[in-house]
């Protein structure tokens, strides 16, 4: 923090010049990211989803108001709910002149359902049959079994978006690709490794001209060294990237707002970050209700939303907030309430014992060990801030910090008690979350030690095969009461998109996604 600061005290100096070269930048956005775009095969998961999203396009798109065509025109769906038959547009080329057709279309389809292991985290993987091309621009996706959440798994920025087959190797896309030439509305023109990537218009694109004619992604150390940039008009823009962090701290982005010459542009709620509990794990307290409750009530996500994200992030009550498909429903209100924590603890058989630092119940002490990821500052403040008010209750937290990818290993072997994690997020949401449930590789041991989990997999098995709005609806109401009433999700914050760019850029926008922005969108006024 006294860096930054600092700098900010120095930087005072070079405003104006920041100023007159940000407005130079009539028609470019350089925008700074913490970290390079890597591969930028579609098909593949290791590169960065706002870079990909500028670059490759889907059949079908994800607006608040529901799916719309995109490379599709339109769609049509057999009374069994297993053929999907989609009509293409016909004025649509890939960057490198190749014609974006049924056939294209088949070809990238089959090359990621030939790489099936990477892609069973998304379900329409599994239940896609056959690819059928009918004619030049109409083609036919074959399901086993129907699917409802097919389309909204059809729009997502990986994998099922578009590649030119001259850019596959030997046929296939699963041990990497040739070239990156998708139907976006920019192209991918030039990466230099841990320096920059740069994105030009598409001057052809069947959506019109892009008005920001140039793209440049420039790798800086979050923080100080980015502030610098922006004050020195070396970057003019920054927003919360794939990891979910943003380049530079609130401090900062209000300093540059109140300079007069950048705008601060937030999303709306994308995900709920959340602290998940091991209902299945029989030999601690977290496998009780109350004792899941009671920390519920012990959290006071106001002091948190407020000190600890300095109002970036919203309170969250819920799995889901009611922005998200299907969650606008009536649940339970269950606030921060240490009086009601300490009555449920009591009437559950947990008493306080003298000087003791945990209650106790049947010889046994209130003591739950809390993981959190190592690399997140704000996690690791959220859990000794969560720590100490427990504490106060009588129930012990031991705090843990492990690297990200050993937090995932313990979800997925049930090797926890309590973790934090985060739901997918919008545009995946509510069914990839709730599918996870299900799955052992995600939160199978945190839902199945609750009571009603066979009926709970019993309504997600309905729900994700359900052909009709109504029965879905309803069904999704009842999945979202249980876990609800189970206080297995405990959420604590919801999360956004921001957007630090100059003021005279227009057209700021965000899609239903918190990987992406709508850059061919944005003008400079």
Known sequence: MLMVMTALLAAC???????????????????????????????????????????????????KEGIKPLLAESWDLSEDGKTYTFHLR?????????????????????????????????????????????????????????????????????????????????????????????????????????????????????GGQPKIKKITAKVLPAGETTFLAMQKGEVNFVFTDDRGADSIDVQAMNH?????????????????????????????????????EAIWHAIDRETISKDIFEGTESVANRLFSSNVNYADVQLKERGYDLQAAERILEQAGWTKDGDGDARMKDGKRLTIKLYYDSNSASQKTQAEYIQNTVGGIGIKLDLIGEESSSIANRRSTGDYELLFNQTWGLAYDPQSTIFAFTSEA?????????????????????????????????LYAEILQIVHDEAVFIPISNGSVTVLAPKSLQGIAFK??????????????
């Open 13 to 63: 100096g070079a405003e104006n010049q920041g100023s007159e070269d940000t407005t130079k930048l009539q028609d470019e956005i350089i925008y700074a990211t913490a970290k390079d775009i890597h591969d930028m095969n579609p098909h593949l998961y290791t590169g960065s989803m706002p870079a990909q999203g500028m670059v490759y396009e889907s059949l079908v798109e994800n607006t």
């Open 90 to 206: 016909k004025d649509v080329k890939f960057h490198d002149g190749e014609p974006f057709n049924a056939e294209a279309v088949r070809m990238n389809i089959e090359a990621v359902q030939h790489n099936a292991d990477k892609h069973a985290w998304i379900k329409l993987s599994t239940k896609i049959k056959s690819i059928k091309v009918v004619d030049e621009y109409t083609f036919q996706l074959n399901l086993s079994e129907p699917y409802y959440p097919a389309l909204v798994e059809l729009s997502m920025t990986r994998p099922y978006v578009f590649l030119s087959p001259n850019d596959f190797i030997q046929g296939e896309t699963k041990d990497g690709v040739q070239g990156h030439n998708g139907t976006g509305p920019y192209k991918f023109t030039e990466h230099k490794i841990d320096e920059y990537a740069t994105f030009t218009a598409n001057e052809e694109y069947w």
């Open 256 to 292: 540059l707002v109140d300079a007069g010459t950048f705008q601060l542009v937030r999303s709306e709620a994308m995900n709920t970050k959340m602290i998940v509990a091991n209902s299945s794990k029989v030999d601690s307290p977290v496998s009780e209700k109350a004792v899941r």
């Open 442 to 474: 995600s939160y199978l041991h945190t839902t199945k030690g609750i009571a009603e989990a066979d009926h709970l997999y019993d309504l997600i098995q309905q729900v994700m095969g359900s052909t009709d709005e109504e029965v879905r609806k309803s």
């Open 512 to 525: 239903q996604t918190q990987f992406e922005l709508p850059f061919e969108q944005m003008y400079f006024e």
